[in-house]
């Protein structure tokens, strides 16, 4: 059971393929994987077993008469506990949703299992998403695996966590300022903020290029074969777009080495970068540089990007937590009413002034990247750093800005409406990951994936994950 575990989800799936293995038996193994690593770790509060052995059952009963290349065949995987899955517990790590059984699959969901994804639980987060360490009233903390008296981050912690200790092969994240790329970095496992529209979504709030789906894995094949079942045009939103016919798999299986590659340690805007991530990061670009690669350091003008992005969030913020915010907010922790309470004190003239700055950084970008393959820079400024902690309030002497502040590597690149990977590029001294954010221009997804694979084979950590947690 336990080598099962350690296998990639493309190694899974070839067996599934075969009926070398089964979905029960895979089922069984993340079971039994779950049961000795959750205690310590708290990455999967709710599962949905049974549901996922009847799912499995009628796979077995009734195989697809012709697939897709990327079909799963009944692989285990998690679903981040704000997506709803049908039948299932959804709190959104809210005590107000504590209750709450989701009447319907979300579209990402019903995308999933259609292509032979067997969800087998719900992975934790920060309540409604919110901030870069995964804890809440319903759940509880939950730990990293490679030292759990640290952080997975978040707010995709619990997915990137489970994923680190072999409980699923795959798992859904959402990012808005970084929930997939900081956990991603936190736990050395791969995770891929995609353009918006690529993922489908259809959810109450303002139509918005920040917050998007994408796949979380453990390495960049993998991740790009979970994209493959996520993306496409769906009728329900009109912002989605059609894969392309080769498919990211494919792209991802062909490492193609990039010809001149940006690099920046701080994106012109972080204030501080913890000296680990920075020599990490930096001897990631030297590598590449030996082989042969143009590196040189540069990054597109992101001065305005903090700014606006707090303005956009603020105003998403209204739509998601405000109606909840009078009846509810002795329920709500200090973070989610002080981001509603910002939200609600904007101008109109503000987040149109905010909406315009946003079109016009995407534009330089794109200029940008007529002269570069890929821009790379830390994920995150600092390492994994102890749970007790609910942010970082300052790094090596410097004062960060607010509960989000070190988080400004990941949330800055989201208003570039660019695809970004997180992928391991090094540790600490202490053992702790540190990954590296690779950039491409927008809806370059499989070039994205190529390089990706080219920089995973160059930096040699692909799937290195401990699988059995960490206690210091």
């Known amino acids: ?56 059952k009628r796979l077995m009963q009734k195989p697809p008469s012709d697939p897709p290349a990327y079909y799963l065949y009944g692989l285990p995987i998690a679903v981040k506990d704000n997506t709803d899955v049908e039948g299932v517990r959804c709190t959104s790590g809210s005590r107000i949703y504590a209750d709450r059984i989701a009447p319907a699959s979300d579209i990402v969901v019903q995308r999933l299992e259609q292509n032979g994804a067997l969800v087998i639980g719900k992975s934790n987060l920060p309540e409604f998403a919110a901030g870069g360490n995964t804890f809440n009233d319903v759940f509880g903390v939950t730990r990293n695996p490679w030292d759990t008296r640290m952080t997975p981050s978040g707010s995709s912690g619990g997915a990137a966590a489970a994923l680190a200790a072999g409980q699923v092969w795959l798992a859904t994240g959402g990012d808005f300022g970084g929930s997939i790329r900081s956990p991603s970095s936190f736990c050395s496992t791969v995770g891929m903020r995609p353009s918006p529209g690529m993922v489908p979504r259809a959810q109450k709030q303002p139509f918005s290029a920040l917050s998007v789906e994408g796949p979380m894995a453990r390495n960049v094949a993998d991740c790009a074969l979970m994209f493959d079942c996520e993306a496409g045009a769906h009728p329900l939103d009109p912002m989605s777009h059609p894969a392309p016919a080769a498919g990211y798999a ?223």
């Open 1 to 56: 059971m336990n080598e099962l575990c350690r296998l990639s989800a493309t190694a899974a799936v070839a067996l599934l393929k075969r009926r070398e293995v089964s979905p029960l038996e895979l089922i069984d193994a993340a079971v039994e994987r779950i049961r000795i690593t959750d205690p310590q770790l708290n990455a999967l509060p709710t599962l949905c077993v049974e549901r996922a052995r009847e799912h499995a």
């Open 250 to 472: 494919s792209a991802a299986a062909h490492p193609h080495k990039p010809r001149r590659v940006a690099f920046s340690i701080d994106l012109g805007i972080a204030p501080v970068i913890h000296r680990e991530v920075s020599a990490v990061c930096t001897a990631a670009a030297e590598k590449l540089a030996r082989d042969g690669v143009t590196v040189e350091e540069a990054h597109p003008d992101l001065a305005d990007a903090e700014k606006n992005f707090m303005i956009l969030r603020g105003a998403i913020y209204i739509a998601r937590i405000a109606p909840l915010l009078e009846k509810h907010r002795h329920l709500l922790k200090p973070e989610v009413i002080e981001n509603t309470e910002f939200g609600l004190g904007l101008k109109l003239t503000d987040v149109v002034a905010a909406e315009i700055a946003h079109g016009e950084l995407i534009r330089r970008v794109a200029r940008f990247f007529e002269n570069y393959d890929l821009l790379i820079c830390p994920a995150v400024m600092c390492p994994p750093f102890p749970v007790e902690m609910r942010y970082v309030e300052q790094l090596d002497g410097v004062k960060l800005e607010g509960y989000m502040g070190w988080l400004v590597m990941t949330y800055a690149l989201s208003m570039t409406a660019c695809p970004v990977l997180s992928i391991p590029c090094g540790f600490t001294a202490a053992g702790l990951p540190i990954g590296l954010q690779v950039v491409a221009p927008t809806r370059a997804e499989a070039r994205l994936f190529a390089h990706g694979a080219y920089l995973e084979q160059l930096f040699g950590l692909a799937g290195r994950v401990p699988i059995d947690p960490i206690s210091q």
